[in-house]
């Protein structure tokens, strides 16, 4: 599915921000973080309901505080805080209209040299910019699950790339790896560490199932710790069954009942085949097909008990975290 962006964007340099047109939006050829890639991004994702309505966003606070803290590694300062950057992406949201389920990308960048800051690769005397688009973009992994390549392309250890934070310049790993695993006529690549650990997948971390514990690799593996595995302990945690973060090997994937991927743009995806070979039975397995399950119930804002990871989109509907009524924009 390809994604479709919404006609208005929010866009700000330095201090200055607005929502904007789409179009309005021009990069000159120079944007230091085209050059260097000195960038942070998110992926956030909204729902609707089954059934259609207005969409809620997920963990839209956790995942700006992760923005904030890439974007404070590259220095850059944002200028607005968690909470303004939800509101921000509320108010772009409703200016877009009715869009069914959105992918939201915060991208900020290094834009130009401040004067006096001599040419070249840099973090200081550059003045930064933040743009946030939202596409239109459902769900786009196969429910009957994904294969995967291990890839020959190691994931950089965070003593070469802090691979905790989503900066741009560390994705040319991701792309490169997804690249070859699509070229060998597969969905998607897993990437080991340098310790030769699994690490995750191109945007995705990994879980295996064993025995009925589900297994994951820590954070010190040299994985972006995801906001989707956090969710995926809790509704773990729910079913009853443990959850262990642990170093994984290859061939704790190939021998594993069941391997699935979380991320905010796969969600939970089943991995059914690694390398050619099948995972359990060669199709989701049921403790998978609960977390899929469960997942979906959360996003599309079927439980009360989770509401609290939702913040609706909702034209003209009280803003209860701030006790405010949010007009309904012209
Ligand atoms: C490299 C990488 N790992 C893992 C994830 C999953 O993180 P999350 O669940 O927060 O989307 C992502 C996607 O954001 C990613 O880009």
Request: proline letters at 8%.
């Amino acid at each position: 599915m390809r994604p479709l962006p919404g006609r208005w964007v929010y866009h700000r340099v330095q201090d200055e921000g607005g929502i904007v047109p789409f179009d309005e939006v021009r990069l000159p050829p120079s944007t230091q973080g085209l050059h260097y890639g000195t960038a942070a991004f998110e992926g956030i994702r909204a729902h609707t309901a089954e059934g259609g309505g207005a969409p809620h966003l997920f963990r839209v606070r956790d995942h700006y505080l992760r923005f904030l803290r890439s974007c404070r590694l590259l220095r850059i300062d944002v200028g607005l805080s968690a909470d303004e950057l939800t509101d921000v992406t509320v108010e772009l949201l409703r200016r877009n209209g009715d869009m069914g389920d959105v992918y939201v990308r915060p991208l900020a960048y290094k834009l130009g040299l401040l004067p006096g800051t001599p040419p070249g690769v840099g973090l200081s005397g550059i003045s930064a910019a933040v743009t946030i688009v939202v596409n239109r973009l459902g769900s786009y992994t196969a429910p009957g699950g994904v294969r995967c390549l291990i890839s020959s392309w190691r994931r950089p250890s965070h003593a070469a790339i802090p691979v905790q934070a989503k900066v741009t310049g560390g994705y040319v790993n991701s792309a490169l790896a997804v690249d070859d695993a699509r070229a060998a006529g597969y969905d998607d690549a897993i990437l080991l560490n340098d310790a030769g650990q699994v690490a995750e997948a191109s945007t995705a971390n990994v879980f295996a199932v064993r025995g009925g514990t589900v297994l994951t690799p820590p954070p010190d593996a040299d994985i972006l710790p995801g906001i989707t595995r956090d969710t995926v302990f809790a509704l773990a945690a729910e079913l009853g069954l443990v959850a262990v973060e642990r170093p994984l090997h290859p061939a704790d994937l190939l021998l594993a009942d069941e391997v699935f991927l979380t991320g905010t743009g796969v969600g939970v995806t089943p991995v059914i085949e690694i390398n050619g070979r099948p995972i359990g039975a060669g199709e989701p397995g049921p403790i998978t097909r609960r977390l899929v399950e469960r997942y979906r119930q959360v996003v599309r804002a079927e439980r009360e008990d989770t509401r609290r990871w939702l913040t609706p989109v909702d034209p003209g509907v009280p803003d209860r975290s701030r006790g405010e009524l949010v007009e309904r924009p012209a």
